[in-house]
């Protein structure tokens, strides 16, 4: 069953362009693995300091596999200090 995954990101004052380019930098690298079906990175139109990363998964499986790929990891600890909170992430599938 495929898995989408919805995930915000609330950068803190100042780092907006970081955690945009982290979020750029992992794109390449995830759209390459297997089980990677779509990836995306939206960034809010009214609040600047708001992301949003969208993808779609072959299965839950796949999306394991992704989280503990080294390029993964890499991302998780360079933004994790440039939000102002932990990242919300929701796993989801599809009713329609």
Known sequence: MEVFIFAR???RPAEEERVK???Q????????EEGC?????FRSIRDPQV????????????????????HTARFVQRVEF??????????CTMIQ
């Open 9 to 11: 990101f609330h950068a």
């Open 21 to 23: 380019q982290a979020l």
């Open 25 to 32: 930098e992992v794109v390449p690298p995830t759209q390459d």
């Open 37 to 41: 079906l779509s990836i995306h990175v």
């Open 51 to 70: 992301f949003y990363l969208h993808s779609r998964w072959r299965s839950e499986e796949a999306f394991e596999t992704h989280t503990r790929l080294p």
């Open 82 to 91: 440039l939000l102002d909170h932990k990242v919300e992430a929701q796993r």
